[in-house]
């Protein structure tokens, strides 16, 4: 029988940069046809069910499609992923975020620990790029190192409809560009990103759409929910603590059970992102 041949996890350099800086990349996720897949499935969803992508409905993508759940589970993501939080890997949630030509959309610096509810940080978001991301169409930009320093404040904007693309439009205000670092991403390639690092990007001022596909985030399976509920699948390793609820993997796109499972897993997720508030945004 033919035995698979392991892919290389993090090198000592990669995984020092992540140390570090609070991040890593380019790391090598998806071949060129595997990027050019997700993204025809994306188009696919959008043009046979309009707007099911939209607001609230870009979260928990990998419950409704066997091509985005395939990535979830793609073995040199979870290759360089186990480098970080070790070998019992649970995937919890996943998020499109797409930029289109012309329009305004962007995301705020921000922390991804500050709102998400899950400790402790034993945790990495990974950030695939679908197609590519540069500082022309709006790549993520890092503050490096800031993942070493507590938690910053925040200013809850609540500007989505400026093109913000975070829920509560939280911010940390007077983050200055110099100090932050471009991640450059080819089609198919990565950054896996620490749930401190102080993060954002700009707008697309390109003429393609730039689409990112994130696994926000790949958690321990130590690590607890305490802000609600969260859905997660198994996706190396072992569960000894069973923390979370289980779902199952897609087998066909859009057939109504795994949709009314990413319903119920949107509207948790919709709690845990605006807790204690009356407002709501759009995502």
């Not at 995937?91 to 921000?110: M, Q, R, W, Y």
């Not at 059970?257 to 919709?270: M, Q």
Request: hydrophobic content about 35%.
């Amino acid at each position: 029988m033919h035995e698979e041949k392991l892919v290389p996890k993090l090198t000592p350099q990669q995984y020092k940069q992540y140390e570090d800086k609070g991040f890593v990349a380019p790391l090598e996720a998806l071949t060129k046809d595997e990027a050019e897949e997700v993204k025809s499935e994306i188009e696919f969803i959008e043009k046979k069910w309009p707007k099911e992508l939209e607001g609230l409905g870009r979260n928990y993508i990998h419950l409704i499609s066997p091509v985005f759940d395939k990535v979830v589970h793609n073995s040199k993501i979870l290759d360089a992923v186990e480098s970080i939080i070790g070998k019992n890997i649970l995937a919890c949630g996943t998020t499109l975020f797409i930029k289109n030509p012309d329009e305004k959309e962007f995301v705020s610096f921000h922390q991804d620990a500050k709102y998400i509810g899950l400790e402790p940080h034993n945790w990495v978001t990974a950030w695939i790029a679908v197609t590519d991301s540069n500082e022309e169409n709006g790549c993520m930009r890092m503050w490096s190192g800031t993942h070493k320093l507590d938690l910053k404040k925040h200013v809850e904007k609540f500007d989505y409809n400026e093109g913000n693309l975070l829920t509560r439009g939280q911010t940390v205000e007077n983050v200055s560009l110099k100090e932050t670092e471009a991640v450059v991403l080819k089609a198919g390639q990565m950054s896996l990103h620490h749930p401190r690092v102080v993060h954002g990007s700009g707008v697309n001022k390109s003429k393609e759409r730039r689409i990112g596909f994130v696994i926000q985030s790949y958690i321990g399976s130590n690590v607890k929910q305490v802000l609600g509920k969260m859905y997660v699948q198994q996706a190396r390793g072992e569960d000894c603590f069973n923390y979370h609820n289980y779902v199952e993997r897609p087998k066909v796109t859009m057939v109504e059970k795994d949709n009314n499972v990413r319903k119920i897993a949107n509207e948790e997720l919709s709690k845990i992102f605006y807790k204690d508030l009356n407002n709501k945004g759009k995502f």
